[in-house]
């Protein structure tokens, strides 16, 4: 019996230390409270006012176990929140580093108003009247960077007016913050929501956005109607949803069938619900590596006091910066620095992938070549270090060593055996024939 109890007991402090674990988990984060400054009218800029404020995280509204934390002397107690987010998306380890740490995850909080969008694929969301009870309440909306580029979060919360306890009731996440891509490969831009299901708002349809942004020039990728189950534009070729995923289980991530050089770029995912909206940014890179190819190949034999020419060409490549050098490596195995060459500027192809070369001259009478060696092209690149090498022949640059006159000697030796032995087994065949011809006749 007391073996029994003992089991309990241990069990149940078990269950009370894993519990203990995992509301732990969830941060208490220091967030930007960013508003608009009221009562400032007539600037063009809204000038706003940003205060220190403190969200304390739980995944279940009736653990109170973070409240009785002293809130930081910065701090103003009327900026002090709690947030109830069932799903527990805000408890991921990269917005929770460790204490002291220096690096901190970044987020900002602002007063959000719901409405109503006059966007083609929104619009139909708040076709049917809502209870405008629910909407009559203190509503913020969140973003969040994590640690590391590991997670981004924006969100919707609501609390009743007046009170500080908030509910996340939609969510937009991606874990893939920033994306690198090599060219023609698939590429898959991670981008989730999440509807609070006891929310009147959950339910009544959503909306998917996807959009590009490259230095200030925007344009719509794709655009879903939730409600209707309708593309409702696509304006890029090879640019999906899944479509499944995304009716159970809320994932929206872009889905590029081909990488191309012109995809890379910010993309931002925003989800809409009836009067609510959020949306996070996505970095896509395209980082392809050169080819290389060098010229004339193979060289021409070097002579003293010529001057050679090689020329190698990187293509294919992308993004732009691009390292062109020249190495030399003689027959002693030893690699020397020839410099960069002569780099010409790049062009650009049909596919947005670029290409530039070098040009080198070899003196040959300033270069130590002795016997000749190899003559490397080095690229160096984001998606990677290229050489391509050429064979570089060279006579008359030194006296024969030993082993060449070693060499020539066997050569010659060999060379005169076999002139000996071919013209022995020649004139023996001749012979043999012409004993034949004899036997024959007589
Ligand atoms: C979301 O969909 C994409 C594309 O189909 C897939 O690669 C990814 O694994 C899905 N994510 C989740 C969390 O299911």
Redesign the pocket.
């Known amino acids: 019996m007391t073996d029994f109890s003992t089991i309990y007991k241990l069990s149940l402090v078990a269950v009370f230390c894993f519990i203990q674990a995992c509301s732990s988990s969830c941060p208490v984060l220091e967030c930007w409270f960013v508003q608009e400054k009221v009562g400032r009218g007539g600037g063009l800029t809204a000038a706003t006012s940003q205060e220190k404020s403190l969200l304390h995280i739980r995944t279940d509204a009736h653990s109170h176990s973070a409240e009785s934390q002293k809130a930081p002397s910065d701090i103003n107690p009327d900026r002090v929140y709690f947030i109830t987010d069932p799903a527990g998306t805000f408890c991921h380890p990269s917005l929770n580093p460790p204490r002291g740490s220096v690096k901190k995850p970044q987020c900002e909080i602002n007063p959000f108003l719901p409405q109503p969008s006059s966007l083609k694929w929104v619009a139909p969301l708040t076709d049917s009247a809502l209870s405008p009870i629910y909407l009559q309440a203190d509503w913020f909306s969140t973003s969040h960077q994590g640690l590391n580029k590991e997670l981004t979060i924006s969100s919707i919360t609501r609390a009743p007016t007046a009170t500080k306890e908030h509910n996340v009731i939609l969510s937009v996440t991606s874990?893939t913050v920033s994306v690198q891509s090599r060219l023609g490969e698939p590429v898959?831009l991670?981008c989730?929501f999440w509807v609070d299901p006891s929310s009147p708002l959950s339910g009544s349809g959503f909306a998917v956005e996807w959009r590009y942004q490259f230095r200030g020039d925007g344009r719509l990728v794709l655009a879903y109607d939730g409600k209707t189950d309708r593309l409702a534009d696509t304006q890029e070729e090879g640019a999906t949803?899944?479509f499944e995923?995304?009716h159970e289980?809320g994932?929206?991530?872009l889905?590029l069938q081909e990488a191309k050089v012109h995809h890379s770029g910010m993309y931002i995912c925003t989800v809409y619900l009836p009067y609510l909206v959020a949306q996070v940014a996505v970095e896509l890179e395209i980082v392809e590596p050169p080819s290389l190819s060098i010229h004339p190949s193979p060289l021409p034999l070097a002579v003293p006091g010529q001057t050679l020419t090689v020329q190698c060409e990187a293509s294919g490549f992308a993004p732009l910066s691009l390292e062109l050098s020249w190495e030399f490596k003689g027959s002693d195995g030893k690699s020397r620095p020839l410099g960069s060459g002569s780099v010409t500027g790049h062009r650009q192809a049909w596919d947005g992938t670029l290409s530039q070369s070098t040009r080198l001259e070899l003196d040959t009478a300033t270069l130590d070549l002795g016997r000749g060696g190899e003559v490397t092209c080095v690229a160096v690149h984001l998606g990677g270090t290229r050489r391509a090498s050429v064979t570089l022949n060279a006579v008359g640059f030194s006296a024969p060593s030993i082993e060449d006159s070693m060499a020539m000697v066997g050569v010659a030796l060999v060379l005169y055996g076999l002139i000996k032995f071919v013209s022995w087994t020649f004139t023996g065949s001749d012979s043999d024939e012409a004993d034949k011809q004899d036997k024959k006749v007589k």
């Open positions: 874990k898959v991670d989730g949803l899944d995923g995304l289980k994932n929206a991530s889905i």
